[in-house]
């Protein structure tokens, strides 16, 4: 197995054991790191710098644009022909792209003890996808019916939205519901200018 032996500094840096101030590569690494007017932007042969033979820094730099192609697509570098091929299958995908239907919000937890009764039934783990959509199918059916019945519940009577409204005038609920008892729910809620329901 062959020896190697790694070296401290590169050749002709001026750290290196045998350093030679006028050896080619003495010359080449003082070209390369020694910067005489002071600090440079970019390093020696950098494809940026100022003095580098064949630099670009005459193009003009403008977002997504290949300086070198910019007759070519910003950002995607895609030739007119590609744009124009891909600008024709989205039109005809759109076309034919139907809308999702709306999912209505679940209740995780529910639906899962609805599945595991399920799997429980069935005595076994997997359901299959119409077992499952019989689930949800179910799930969705209880909850309409529990928000209806929820609406019912929530609805309130006239005497209820008089007394909701004297409140929303400040008084509060004893006054306001000794004021629609001598006044009459729907003779405020007429003068209030709201239907009574």
Not at 104 to 122: E, F
């Amino acid at each position: 197995m062959a020896t190697h032996v790694e070296q401290d500094f590169p050749a002709g840096h001026p750290a290196r054991h045998d350093y030679d101030p006028e050896s080619p590569e003495a010359i080449e690494w003082a070209r390369t790191h020694v910067a005489p007017l002071g600090e440079r932007d970019f390093a020696i042969d950098h494809p940026k710098a100022a003095d580098t033979p064949g630099n670009l820094n005459h193009l003009p730099v403008t977002m997504g644009v290949d300086p070198l192609n910019p007759h070519r697509e910003p950002h995607t570098g895609r030739s007119q022909k590609q744009v124009d091929g891909l600008r024709r299958l989205s039109e005809t995908a759109s076309t034919a792209a139907k809308e999702s239907p709306v999912l209505q919000p679940i209740d995780a937890g529910i639906v899962n003890r609805m599945l595991d009764k399920k799997r429980t039934d069935l005595g076994r783990d997997l359901l299959t996808e119409a077992e499952y959509a019989d689930t949800l199918r179910d799930y969705h059916a209880q909850r309409s019916a529990g928000v209806a019945d929820a609406e019912r519940e929530l609805k309130l009577t006239v005497r209820e939205q008089a007394i909701s409204y004297v409140m929303s005038r400040g008084y509060d609920v004893d006054v306001a519901a000794i004021i629609v008892t001598r006044e009459g729910a729907e003779k405020i809620l007429k003068s209030a200018g709201i239907e009574p329901t």
